[in-house]
């Protein structure tokens, strides 16, 4: 049967092998799919091994999706502009293919789940760590009037609006309200809120947060008690290992009613 792994270190908590073994049930497919422990010296060496002993694909995670863009010998043009690989392909000839799923798993759970248009919106996209630069190109690919990255340090926003053209900013010099805010920094599954004013918020707003959990997180709050409704980043995670399933399978999952299932079993867990 046709082999596939999610690899990244820690691993045990990953949600990937239930999302796949449910993906492969939906649509019929003869394949499994299981955790591998990322070892920081060899992580090279065990992806190589993987695809030596037959595996299909891989999912890349934290803290290797830069490593496995550097050994790819040929990337997707979103892979490229995300300088991160989350996805491995072996091709017939044996070149080790990239791409990076996050940002368009993020844009169809927005676009299609929620049914939020990007288009001619003025969009806040908070953060400029690696999770903000894999969503930067699919998300301009939705056309919106406009994406200001604003983030702690300008200078890490700056350098990512010029590499994609589009504009940066610090929070306090933020101005007006938005169409919809994006939360790309991991602060709200600490607790912590990046210092937002309350002017970002006008009556049509729309809030979605890249990080999920049981709890509303506390971005998804600070939205609500303004009066705007959103939505976090779960449908994400099962949006981008959905376009991984099709790249490998060229067969693309049902994705919202295994989010439906995924929220009502955390809820069930607590």
Partial sequence: MDQYAVVGNPIAHSKSPSIHAHFAQQTGQQMVYSTLLGDEVDFEAQVRDFFSKGGKGLNITVPFKERAFAMCDILSKRAKQA???????????????GDNTDGVGMVRDITQNHGQSLKDKRILLIGAGGAVRGVLEPLLNEQPESVIIANR????????????????????????????????TSASLSGHLPPL??????????????????????????????????????????????????????????????????????????
């Avoid at 300088?83 to 293919?97: E, H, I, W």
């Avoid at 926003?157 to 169409?179: I, M, P, R």
């Avoid at 939205?223 to 994400?236: C, I, P, S, W």
């Fill in 83 to 97: 300088g991160a690989v989350n996805t491995l392909l072996m091709g017939k000839n044996g070149d080790l293919f």
């Fill in 153 to 184: 340090t300008v200078e890490k926003a700056q350098a990512l609006a010029e590499h994609f053209d589009c504009l940066a900013s610090s929070f306090e010099a933020l101005q007006g309200d938005f169409d919809v805010i994006i939360n790309g």
């Fill in 197 to 270: 004013k309350d002017e970002l918020i006008g009556k049509q707003t729309w809030c979605y947060d890249m990080m999920y959990g049981k709890e509303r997180t506390i971005f998804l709050q600070w939205a609500y008690e303004r009066g705007v409704t959103g939505a976090d980043g779960l449908g994400m995670l099962v949006g981008q290992a959905a376009e991984s399933f099709y790249l490998w399978r060229q067969v693309r999952p049902e994705t919202a009613s295994l989010v439906d299932q995924m929220r009502q079993q955390m809820k069930a867990a607590d």
